[in-house]
């Protein structure tokens, strides 16, 4: 999302702020409230069906995410052993 006056944002922090604290690059920038509201929305539109939220592991393997993930419900799409032993380590 953009601010008034051009800047890039982030839940409202500007992103150009974050890039001078960060020291590794390039880096990634995550909004984990926006995370929350993509799920629920998803909760929201499947709530008629009995189905279930799952996430691919291929697609992002950030560990923090996953977590997140997992304590809102979701499940973990696995194609792989190294996926089932790095997903053992968050999804319980």
């Not at 974050?18 to 926006?34: A, D, I």
């Not at 993509?38 to 950030?62: C, H, P, R």
Request: charged content about 25%; hydrophobic content about 40%.
């Amino acid at each position: 999302m953009k601010s008034k006056d051009g800047f890039l944002l982030c839940e409202g922090i500007k992103v150009e702020v974050v890039m001078k604290v960060v020291e590794k690059r390039p880096f990634y920038l995550y909004s984990k409230p926006q995370i929350t509201r993509n799920v629920e929305a998803y909760e929201e539109a499947l709530e008629e069906l009995n189905s279930i939220i799952g996430y691919a592991i291929k697609a992002n393997n950030n560990l923090k995410i996953l977590e997140h993930l997992q304590k809102l419900g979701c499940g973990a799409v696995l194609v792989s052993g190294n996926e089932l032993k790095f997903c053992s380590s968050c999804w319980v």
